[in-house]
């Protein structure tokens, strides 16, 4: 369903970079991850916007901060939905390989 | 390079969105005959007062106060996890289940895990793989009919 904005929003190079901040310490603040990077407030506003678009980020607001959370689930079903699917046909095809071999030698 | 250094935090956030209605939602989470399906195998059962989880042989896999049950939109839990002697050493934690009606019919489902502060095992044990396979489980058992594992 939200394949698209998940694929766009993991193709940009610093959103990715914002993920990974997340990664290591969850739950910051745009101040905190502002800080840490090489990028306009306003620059980490509008990814974190994208983000969030795309439901990897999820923001939650304690007391008066806001806080951001990266929410793996829908890297995990991209990779169900499409790493599985191929990964399993290259499994298949090497077992088929090894089957003709085994029955030719 | 790969890095794999993850501090474990003391709030897990994790939500997916959910071709159901909010009600079907709520049954698929405070029902056992639902949990059973894809909560690695448990009964879950939330009342007002009590959140209770037996395994699939009836074990007694942890239980702890309801602290809110405000059907069809969000209940609030202890979390205690009995399975495990080193994990059930540990003081409980709280589970939130956030249901959010959108357009579409669909729904947002978030699950906050906090309170883990004292309980350093558990919050790893339940990190990543542990709450994604539960909500994956409860999106493709409310929109196929089908449980997602076996």
Not at chain 2, 95 to 102: A, G, K, L, R
């Amino acid at each position: 369903m939200e394949d698209d904005a998940v694929f766009k929003a993991l193709s940009d190079p610093s959103r990715r970079l914002l993920l990974d901040r997340l990664f290591e310490r969850d739950g910051r603040t745009l101040t905190e991850l502002d800080a840490e990077l090489e990028m306009t407030r306003f620059g980490v506003m509008k990814h974190l916007r994208v983000l969030e678009e795309a439901g990897l980020v999820v923001s939650r607001k304690q007391g008066r901060e806001k806080l951001h959370f990266l929410n793996p689930v829908p890297i995990r079903e991209i990779h169900d939905r499409w790493i599985d699917k191929y990964t399993e046909r290259r499994v298949s095809a090497l077992l088929d390989l090894k089957n003709e071999l085994e029955e030719s030698a | 390079m790969i890095t794999s250094t993850f501090t474990e935090t003391t709030v897990q956030v994790y939500q997916v969105f959910i071709k159901a209605s909010a009600e079907q939602v709520w049954d698929a989470i405070t029902k056992p005959e639902f949990t059973a399906l894809y909560f690695h195998g448990a009964r879950v059962e939330n009342t007002p007062e009590l959140h209770v989880v037996h395994g699939p042989d009836g074990e007694d896999w942890g239980d702890g106060k309801t602290i809110d049950f405000d059907p069809p939109r969000r209940l609030v839990h202890d979390w205690q996890s009995l399975y495990d002697p080193d994990l059930a050493a540990e003081p409980a934690s709280r589970v939130t289940w956030e249901i959010e009606p959108q357009d579409g019919g669909v729904c947002k489902l978030t699950i906050v895990h906090d309170r883990l502060d004292a309980s350093p095992k558990t919050a790893a044990s339940v990190s990543g793989a542990g709450w994604m396979h539960v909500l994956s489980g409860v999106k493709t058992l409310l929109e196929t009919g089908e449980p997602l594992f076996g």
